[in-house]
Each structure stands twice: as structure tokens, then as C-alpha cells.
């Protein structure tokens, strides 16, 4: 059995999945590192959005970034992410919950 501090982080980055923007910038990443600017026109929401919640998503250390020139290129932390977001995905679409990819 997972001891309260464990299960508190555990119940803390699920809480910070649970949001439809920080899932959809997690999907894209999932498939190739991204700047602000291309996340932006991916998910279609503005570049204030994006930064908010990817704030959000490296303060639980679920997306790293790495500066190249005057861009900054975000991507997933480890394969733990892609794994728990691909696990996620497929769970939702075995659910019949998801119609799209």
C-alpha cells in the first residue's frame, strides 16, 4: 500500500492531467518537442494559455525545457509521461469514451 506522502503526489499529478488544455499540450509532445509558439497554433489557444499551463505541467515535473537560441522547446520529463498518457488513451478509447485519435 502507497504511504500518504506518495499517494499525495500521486493524487497531485492526476490532478493536474485532469485538465483537457494540459492533456491535449501533453498529446502533442508525446509526438515531437515543441516551442510555445507551435503549441499554441496546434491546440489553437493563445500563447498565454500555453504558458500558464505548461508552468503547470514542469512544476509536477511532467514536461522539461531546454533553451535553443531565442526559442524555448519543450518536451515530455521521461518516458513515464508518454507511458501514463499513452496507458490514459488507450484506457478512455477501450472505455468508448473517445471517438477522435
Same mark, same amino acid.
Not at 42 to 60: F, G, P
Not at 78 to 101: K, M, P, S, T, Y
Given at each position: ?30 509526438? $515531437? ?17 500555453? $504558458? ?16 535553443? #537560441? ?17 496507458? #490514459? ?13
Amino acid at each position: 500500500m502507497l504511504d500518504e506522502g506518495l499517494a499525495g503526489v500521486l493524487a497531485e499529478t492526476f490532478r493536474v492531467l485532469a485538465d483537457p488544455t494540459r492533456v491535449r499540450i501533453i498529446s502533442a509532445l508525446a509526438e $515531437s518537442p515543441l516551442c510555445v509558439h507551435e503549441l499554441a497554433t496546434a491546440l489553437d489557444v493563445t500563447h498565454s494559455a500555453v $504558458s500558464h499551463q505548461l508552468a503547470m505541467l514542469r512544476e509536477m515535473g511532467l514536461v522539461s525545457f531546454e533553451k535553443e #537560441g531565442r526559442h524555448v522547446i519543450y518536451r515530455l520529463d521521461d518516458e513515464h509521461i508518454q507511458d501514463l498518457f499513452r496507458q #490514459g488513451l488507450a484506457h478512455a478509447r477501450h472505455r468508448g469514451r473517445v471517438d477522435g485519435n
